[in-house]
């Protein structure tokens, strides 16, 4: 696929590289917040919390990843 077959975002949709970069962004950032958390001897309770949001937003990463991939699928 070069990149002249790479579907353009439409005016109103959403852009789905733009949400797969904010995801990661997210999930990256959570990732970051829980190792600080532990190297400061943060409560068990607390990583586990901060473990099932990081699992909800890389769920929803995932999610995001397959309906792009559909779309270029679509497009090629």
Known sequence: ?????????????????????GEVCH???LVFVRD???ERGAAATE???YESVI????AQ???SAKRASARFAAAA
């Open 36 to 38: 600080l958390l532990r």
């Open 61 to 63: 990463l995932a999610d």
């Open 47 to 49: 990583l586990r919390a």
């Open 1 to 21: 696929m070069s990149i002249a077959t790479v579907p353009r975002a439409v005016p109103g949709e959403p852009d789905p590289q733009a949400e797969l970069h």
């Open 27 to 29: 999930v990256r950032g």
């Open 55 to 58: 699992d909800a937003a890389r």
